[in-house]
């Protein structure tokens, strides 16, 4: 008797490859008296245009992926922080503190180069963005960004290092609600609960804890861009194995570089979707892409430098007590360098079904060095090409 498995085994598998299936072309713009680059989509979206800082609210139509519709401050004021300094409870006009409280959307940027060291954990408002273009914005050397129960969040261009924990205390939300947090953990960006969020461009490493914790349900976002240094524990997309409200979790991860120092979680995911795309990984202490408790992972088109080490060349990293061989874990793509290798598991397609809105260009694998040379902030001065 004919048996259709297959089949549906080859259907599935057309389907799979018919839906991520997006334009393997790449763009090349020529700079000022230089070769030509290649870039991405979020890139040749604003980076060549030489009076973007004439319109900088443009790049909230740049996003792609899951995150593609954070609006950031898009339809609210510019905020200039002129002053470093900080006053969890009381924060001064000037201050970045001040313009992240806000009820009102803002496009928040920065008068000059600056370090701002936090006496407590940022508590950021919706509808904010946070643009570095143009200057050398650190946050570093105290507690950083918490972005809780919010949502239309961009952060472009920051330098977020050395996190440290919060402490236990009063922090100003909004400007009528002054709360007692319980003190953060020493994230670099903690999202919680929150939705449609951006972060592109920044350059993070050495937190106390992770580098960028999404957990509590939240979903919608695209991390893209940015540098990852230094650093054990570099991103974490769900709570724990038992907070099943994470299935919701839909994250965008692409055109990252992931540098030297780093160990694990880059990223691990719990129960949610993450497509992994684009991304370099220059080595690993343990493991690259990880996770447990079902999660679906699509990795395409990255480019895995395997370390030295001859136990640490899998790319994959699966916690669990068994029954992992059901877990939607694909490759697609991607090259493998210095013996890394990639474990496969599961059935049925993994595509992101994105929204027309949503979708983007997926360059080679084999050119994926070159795209990423740009990852974190961008060295431009305002309203030239960078």
């Given amino acids: 008797m004919f048996?259709?498995?297959?089949?549906?085994?080859?259907?599935?598998?057309?389907?799979?490859?018919?839906s991520t299936l997006q334009a393997s072309?790449?763009?090349?713009?020529?700079?000022?008296?230089?070769?030509k680059k290649v870039v991405n989509n979020i890139d040749s979206c604003w980076r060549w245009n030489p009076n973007w800082a004439s319109n900088r609210m443009a790049l909230a139509d740049c996003a792609i992926g899951f995150g593609k519709d954070a609006m950031g401050g898009k339809s609210g004021a510019k905020y200039v922080v002129t002053d470093p300094s900080d006053d969890p409870i009381n924060p001064k006009f000037g201050t970045?503190?001040?313009?992240?409280?806000?009820?009102?959307?803002l496009w928040i940027?920065?008068?000059?180069?600056?370090?701002?060291?936090?006496?407590?954990?940022?508590?950021?408002?919706?509808?904010?963005?946070?643009?570095?273009?143009?200057?050398?914005?650190?946050?570093?050397?105290?507690?950083?960004?918490?972005?809780?129960?919010?949502?239309h969040i961009i952060i472009h261009g920051i330098n977020i290092h050395d996190c440290k924990p919060g402490k236990s205390g009063l922090v100003r939300s909004t400007p009528y609600h002054v709360g007692h947090r319980l003190g953060s953990d020493g994230d670099a960006i903690d999202i919680f609960s929150s939705s449609h969020i951006?972060?592109?461009?920044?350059?993070?490493?050495?937190?106390?804890?992770?580098?960028?914790?999404?957990?509590?349900?939240?979903?919608?976002?695209?991390?893209?861009?940015?540098?990852?240094?230094?650093?054990?524990?570099?991103?974490?997309?769900?709570?724990?194995d038992h907070f099943a409200a994470d299935k919701i979790m839909k994250i965008t991860v692409a055109f990252n570089h992931f540098g030297p120092g780093l160990v694990q979680r880059m990223p691990?995911?719990?129960?949610?979707?993450?497509?992994?795309?684009?991304?370099?990984?220059?080595?690993?202490?343990?493991?690259?892409?990880?996770?447990?408790?079902?999660?679906?992972?699509?990795?395409e088109a990255n480019?895995?430098?395997?370390?030295?080490?001859?136990?640490?060349?899998?790319?994959?990293?699966?916690e669990t007590g068994g029954g992992w061989k059901n877990w939607k874990w694909r490759s697609s793509k991607d090259v493998f360098m210095n013996g890394a290798y990639f474990v496969q598991s599961g059935w049925g397609s993994v595509a992101p079904l994105y929204s027309k809105s949503q979708t983007f260009s997926i360059v080679s694998a084999s050119l994926v060095p070159a795209l990423t040379s740009a990852a974190g902030p961008l060295k431009c001065a305002a309203g030239r090409p960078c």
């Fill in 3 to 18: 048996s259709p498995k297959p089949l549906l085994v080859f259907s599935c598998l057309l389907a799979f490859l018919t």
């Fill in 25 to 35: 072309s790449f763009e090349t713009i020529p700079t000022y008296g230089q070769a």
């Fill in 96 to 105: 970045l503190r001040y313009g992240v409280i806000q009820t009102k959307p």
């Fill in 109 to 151: 940027v920065f008068k000059r180069d600056m370090v701002i060291t936090l006496k407590n954990e940022l508590i950021m408002n919706s509808l904010k963005t946070l643009d570095g273009r143009g200057v050398n914005v650190e946050i570093a050397y105290g507690p950083c960004i918490t972005i809780q129960g919010v949502s």
């Fill in 198 to 240: 951006w972060i592109d461009h920044c350059s993070l490493s050495r937190s106390s804890d992770g580098l960028i914790d999404i957990i509590r349900a939240s979903t919608a976002i695209t991390i893209s861009n940015n540098y990852f240094s230094q650093h054990d524990k570099v991103m974490l997309f769900g709570h724990d």
């Fill in 268 to 299: 691990r995911v719990r129960f949610g979707y993450a497509h992994v795309v684009n991304n370099r990984y220059d080595q690993w202490g343990m493991y690259a892409i990880g996770g447990s408790a079902n999660p679906t992972i699509l990795s």
């Fill in 303 to 318: 480019y895995f430098i395997a370390p030295n080490n001859a136990d640490a060349k899998q790319v994959t990293k699966r």
